[in-house]
């Protein structure tokens, strides 16, 4: 897929699934980290990267972890955008030193998260990881 969503917020999936559908972006949705880090590491290394939609409240294993252990073990895999109800400065800065590609801070503008959804995967496309 072009583009994975993983929270365990059920309203902000629908709104995300709804907005993505309407841009007409390929996508899979998962609420559980323990499932979405599996999924992840079970796409085929090499080709372009996925954009990744993580937040970090999810059950299981926790967006942070997933965001550290793709980072060691698929580095160049994936472009990580990091959601949290987290606004607090040291958070943000976990995500990013973690290799995060932005941290959006709940609540967030849906437009603007797509405008930049969009981007990035136009940006991924072009983008090509050696196997």
Known sequence: PDLVVATA??????????ALDQMRL???SF??????????????RGGRPTVVVLDVDLPG???HAILERIGV?????F?????????DESVQV???????????AKPFNVRVLMAKLQRWVRIARHYEVAA
């Open 31 to 44: 609420t559980s980290g323990t499932v979405v880090l599996q999924r992840l590491l079970d796409l085929p």
């Open 61 to 63: 294993v926790d967006g």
């Open 73 to 77: 073990e698929r580095p160049d895999g």
């Open 94 to 104: 976990r995500s990013l030193l973690a290799g995060a590609l932005d941290h959006l």
């Open 79 to 87: 472009l990580i955008v990091v959601l949290s109800s987290h606004a």
């Open 9 to 18: 917020d059920p309203s902000l999936l629908r709104m995300l699934t709804f």
């Open 26 to 28: 390929p996508h899979q």
